[in-house]
């Protein structure tokens, strides 16, 4: 057995057993949660992640395979139509059966095969396996941040407020906003991955990053760290959510009917602000990125300070020079934390802070195709209607980011840990 | 101590008992469901029935008592506005804490100082208490009903069909649809309680069941039987769910928008008809009585036959001379059977099968005023807009209706186990 | 030709021509406005109301008629199943064709074909065309008054706010609000018509306003006016709408939902309230009734008085016994005005100021049954939900309501000119 | 007096009287529609256009200028908040004063002190005066687009389908779906527009349309018509409408809840298409251009035919190569009509056909600002969510586009002449 093979399957454990650990510290009534259409319940998440390698690697590869329970097929299905019938999605929560031990016990049995398959890897098939073993490693670890995103946002409706990381939060540290310039020019954005690279773990990347194609930038200022609660606040406090000369039109539709006055999760007391946070409730830290902000607010807030947000290219730009390395994975913390003073001039906390949101649309990359089948619709059918987010966030697996990597979501999403970085143009 | 008061005890310790009972086999994912905001989670049944006895009984009248968490107070209320805040009810499946085990925790706290207060009962407050406990062991069993038709209604959402009750259903016989005719007159309807007899046990009654008063009734024949499925069956087959003549301009419009076809639950196949009911799915029982419908239905069914529904009163005349026994309580059976052939004529079946919808608003009887105070709201808030069902289901505890209860929904209604029983003009 | 089928004629020809001078004053826009789908632009009303003779009078009994455009069979039906398919209720105002011009064509041809059937009417249909001519003219007459109301709704929607009346409302005078005392006992309610009465014109009833049937009146009490609007803001005053205690539930959520603070067409402006009138903007006179509030303010401003509203049969004893005439028909005036101080102790104003909510459901009488065919559905179908007014509105034309008359609304419904008459138990 | 104020003025009469002999033969009750909340009535845009030299020219410009009626201020503001609040938009139809009349008497009294401005017109302020009057007739000429697409919709639900164009379609011609092929490379796409140029009537662009930026493109090929009526019912008759996989998540999710099954007002009749157009109810014509698809629908098709729709930088390369002339403009025809089959080969009908939807979204060119006051709310506010068109429609005022303008609407849209031209990658 190769070395690749060896290496594959040890990640397939870790990637599959870390999924479960998030689950420490969690009863079973917490993992049947969902506190609107767009989250899950992490049972869920488990079930759909293991159904994942179950309908695209053992399904098709496994022939001595008998799938562990025939409505799974339909029940876990998130949105692949070229497999079939999905269950409706705001109802998740309605599926008390299978239960919790059920779902594990799911999980365990598709690993047990995938453990015996991945060891006899059938020569032919094997690129095309380890193609698809990969993504569905990847496709866990996007799930993974769900599970958080989902479970934060679930648990801040108990009045409760449970805490689901009892760990105190680090010390916090104030640093100015200063801004690092570049020059811009051509530049080739995305990455150029091949199909084998596909097959190879440290080489993969999402069919999205690519294909590597040539950009012009002009001149542009990037901030060295992105936005904090104690900027955001003075934004709050001039009037910045009764202003609609900051907002898209769109964006001051939601913040009147929704009544925005503030990010998601904080609310203001005695004129000081608090936020639920996975560390349970907190007061908010100034000098730490803001977060759980729409795009709307990310514009307005960039409006009112004359600037703008990067595009993804300028993002990218500035991303391929740097290792994507971040503070809070490196201390276990599951909510943002204010800058390093000890580092140095240029833009910081590019990774595994927050999301940040860009000015560009998701869309294709010029040359871009979909591949055939269900699998061509994990990316290509979201490219409308969402905006790219760059960097990954705290609730991000570590590892699982990089320069060229490119989220989306709606601009009125609030519940992943998206924030703000601020951009000008030269 | 007296006889009457161990005779309090005795029933408290069994319709406690009993809520908790109804959860045997059920697993912790089951008890945390909510299918639509009509319905609640099990564990919040349990937890809120408990609530009532502290809030009306504990926290007023023992002195000692220290309340079990502050915050059950708005989590656990249902819609006393003069007791507080009242947590959102259509997110009673967000509250993961506290877990199943701490509302059964909560309970048996609540009992332990319940106990001890019905022990050493103070005088002066005795008959306060008296009629307190009972009111509360009367909304216990009221909910005991709702435990299982929200839980039907849950379990069936999900494509796996879990059966509650795996006891098979008892044998059907076909008996002809015959009616029985009453002279009517003047008739006191009601019933002629008193503040005394709401602190005993056996002359207990709800508020809204007096005060006694004069009617007149018409001549008027009723159903010996409620209507059977096989009888609905030919509404359906007959075009009546395409047919706005039968139906009230409110429900046509329902049966329109909903696309209703066929009772709640059902489900057509090859032409054979099939049901969701707490004993799995079951082919229909033509003989057994149709329920889950709605008021609409069960007036344009009655309208097609060129009936009507009764009126609260007829069916109160006719149930006065008949004790409230029921077949399915009898058996142990979670859905409505169809009539013993063996009974001879006259109106049988009132009790314990299916809750008949009457023709009569829900509305207060002249010289009605509901008691000062949160339990005010018990039942007089809810006299608009509702429709009088008489008689019990399947799914009342035994010994709770009378022939002078009222229990009311609103028309469009189907959730409860709610049937027909004809009438006509003499 | 006997006097009475020139009487007919007559009757047929003045109240065609009312409808036509209500629209007196107004422009082509106006007449096509739509506010809410509830009410319809007079335009529609105009049309509709000739449809009615058309398809009912017309279509069967004129064997020389043809219609005035086919389309106008669907355009024009409001809820007739039978006749066939109807345009959309809240599209209506979409109709920009046929013109006002058009329409006032399309009545006066039907107009010219009935007079000339009027004529010659044939000796054996006789009885059935005047029986379907004076329903028709009842019906044009409740048309009449929605048309007042959903005209008044419209407007009041301009911020121009457009004067419909400028006849100035006429001087207001304070009176106490006193009660009257009735036995009850064994009463006699509704109309004791025949099918012959309905042909003849002072005979004319709704069929909802039969069988006569006995019923039992407990001794009550009476106001010997409406509610004034002085007394109703003193209920606004206490914080009546925010003070769940006096509200049924389904109201108390309108009022949150609906951020209902006073009646409709009211605002507060400096202390001082004043409310859009047909007679333009005025300043509340505190002696007027007060008018456009739902059921659910009338019943808890009743509940904050500790009274309660009256039931239908309740009203109607003590209306049978006063003549139907009313001030402000004589008066010309089309907004409620206050007592006339010279009057004696007694109930006053029962007709022609505001429409009395009471406490009871709209519902069959005993016996009741809706004819066959189409004119079935003109009352039988909206049987549900709604609850009965009593004694007819300044926008009611004179001489269309009675003692026995029952309007119904929707207890959420303002609209209307809707007030409130207190009643107590004796 | 110079020759630009000559032609100015000439300009503005001629662009202010267009707007109303595009009503000609229509009434007065057709003015006043408004179908859903996106369109507006006849009336209002009439009124609208007005308003906007009312606030933006005569006020700030016109010393001795008294405003018509203070209210329209608020009344007819579309959407600036700068200058204050808004009459909601999904009433406008409910402004039935001020009357027809009372609009155009606003039109005339408006267009008299213009008249009397720019004659006299004050030298320092005569470029801003210049620079806003172009504004404000090219804003006028995007309303008079808009006047014809909302009557176009309004009038189509009506059930006697008004003609608004009493003349023929032109006889149609079929021709073959070529395509060419372009290099892309370097391009400056968008305008070099300067603040002189807005105040000169030949050289305007809205800001939109610039700066002027580099920008790279690969390759392409272009088609040389929009696709046509025919192809799309290919793409109809092989289950386009029930195929997930053309779709995007998005558009599917539409297709599902709206059950669009083909283009706006087109209906199917014993396998004929037939669609309602301005010109009356008309028979599908195979060889014209498909127009009212969303973009869900052109990006489907799209997909089905294993093509894409183009960028918009691609579009411009193209354009700018070609004079901005149309077929339709040219035969007064308000539908789109087939290509000229004696064109030669190359890319046809870029102009005042069908609007193209492109792939790209609609946001800030690089560099772009928009101006400060007011003004600015013109454009720069809309830039999210919205996607690009280019190329003008029938209802486009001759002499309105130019290659680098840019038009915008959501991808649900489908109200506007839209329709589709194909690219590919090579």
């Known amino acids: 057995m190769d070395e690749h093979a060896a290496e594959i399957r040890s990640h397939y454990y870790d990637v599959r057993q870390h999924s479960e650990r998030l689950?420490?510290?969690?009863?079973?009534?917490?993992?049947c949660l969902q506190g609107m259409p767009d989250t899950s319940p992490l049972k869920w998440h488990l079930a759909h992640t293991t159904w994942f390698f179950e309908t695209?690697?053992?399904k098709p590869f496994d022939e001595a395979y008998l799938p562990f329970n025939e409505c799974f097929e339909v029940l876990f299905n998130s949105y692949y139509n070229a497999v079939g019938q999905q269950f409706p999605r705001p109802l998740r929560h309605m599926l008390s059966r299978p239960t919790v031990a059920e779902v594990l016990a799911?999980?365990?049995?598709?690993?047990?095969?995938?453990?015996?398959?991945?060891?006899?890897?059938?020569?032919?098939?094997?690129?095309?396996?380890?193609?698809?073993?990969?993504?569905?490693?990847?496709?866990?670890?996007?799930?993974?941040?769900?599970?958080?995103?989902?479970?934060?946002?679930?648990?801040?409706?108990n009045p409760l407020f449970p805490v689901y990381n009892p760990q105190p939060l680090p010390e916090?540290?104030?640093?100015?906003?200063?801004?690092?310039?570049?020059?811009?020019?051509?530049?080739?954005q995305g990455?150029?991955?091949?199909?084998?690279?596909?097959?190879?773990?440290?080489?993969?990347?999402?069919?999205?990053?690519?294909?590597?194609?040539r950009t012009w930038l002009s001149p542009f200022a990037l901030a060295d760290r992105p936005v904090s609660n104690g900027e955001f606040i003075e934004f709050i406090e001039a009037g910045g959510y009764q202003a609609p000369e900051w907002w898209h039109s769109d964006g001051w539709a939601v913040v009147q009917t929704e009544q925005w006055r503030m990010p998601l999760y904080w609310r203001q007391d005695n004129g000081r602000y608090f936020s639920f946070t996975l560390h349970g409730n907190?007061?908010?830290?100034?000098?730490?990125?803001?977060?759980h902000v729409s795009l709307y607010e990310a514009?307005?807030?960039?409006?009112?300070?004359?600037?703008?947000?990067?595009?993804?290219?300028?993002?990218?730009?500035?991303?391929?020079?740097?290792?994507?390395?971040?503070?809070?994975?490196?201390?276990?913390?599951q909510h943002p934390v204010s800058r390093d003073p000890g580092k140095g001039h240029g833009p910081d906390q590019l990774y595994g802070g927050v999301w940040e949101w860009t000015q560009s649309a998701y869309s294709a990359y010029p040359g871009y195709r979909p591949q055939a089948g269900a699998l061509g619709e994990y990316n290509g059918k979201f490219m409308l209607n969402q905006m790219v987010l760059r960097g990954?966030?705290?609730?991000?697996?570590?590892?699982?980011?990089?320069?060229?990597?490119?989220?989306?979501?709606?601009?009125?999403?609030?519940?992943?840990?998206?924030?703000?970085?601020?951009a000008k143009d030269l």
Not at 173 to 187: Q, V
Not at 302 to 326: I, Y
Not at 396 to 407: E, K, L, Q, S
Request: aromatic share 10%.
């Open 23 to 31: 689950c420490d510290g969690l009863v079973t009534e917490d993992l």
């Open 56 to 58: 695209f690697v053992l």
């Open 106 to 157: 799911y999980r365990h049995g598709v690993d047990h095969a995938m453990a015996a398959l991945l060891e006899q890897c059938p020569g032919d098939a094997r690129d095309e396996i380890y193609r698809r073993v990969i993504l569905g490693l990847n496709h866990e670890q996007q799930h993974q941040e769900l599970m958080l995103t989902d479970l934060k946002y679930c648990l801040s409706l």
């Open 172 to 188: 916090s540290h104030s640093t100015p906003l200063t801004f690092s310039e570049f020059e811009g020019g051509e530049f080739l």
């Open 191 to 213: 990455i150029s991955g091949t199909e084998a690279d596909a097959a190879r773990l440290p080489g993969f990347s999402y069919d999205n990053e690519g294909p590597r194609h």
């Open 282 to 291: 907190q007061e908010v830290d100034a000098a730490a990125p803001v977060c």
């Open 299 to 333: 514009m307005a807030f960039a409006a009112w300070k004359g600037m703008r947000l990067c595009r993804e290219g300028e993002w990218e730009l500035v991303a391929t020079q740097r290792p994507p390395t971040g503070q809070c994975w490196q201390q276990g913390c």
């Open 392 to 422: 990954g966030s705290v609730a991000t697996p570590p590892g699982h980011v990089r320069a060229t990597y490119r989220n989306f979501f709606y601009p009125k999403d609030r519940w992943q840990f998206s924030g703000i970085r601020l």
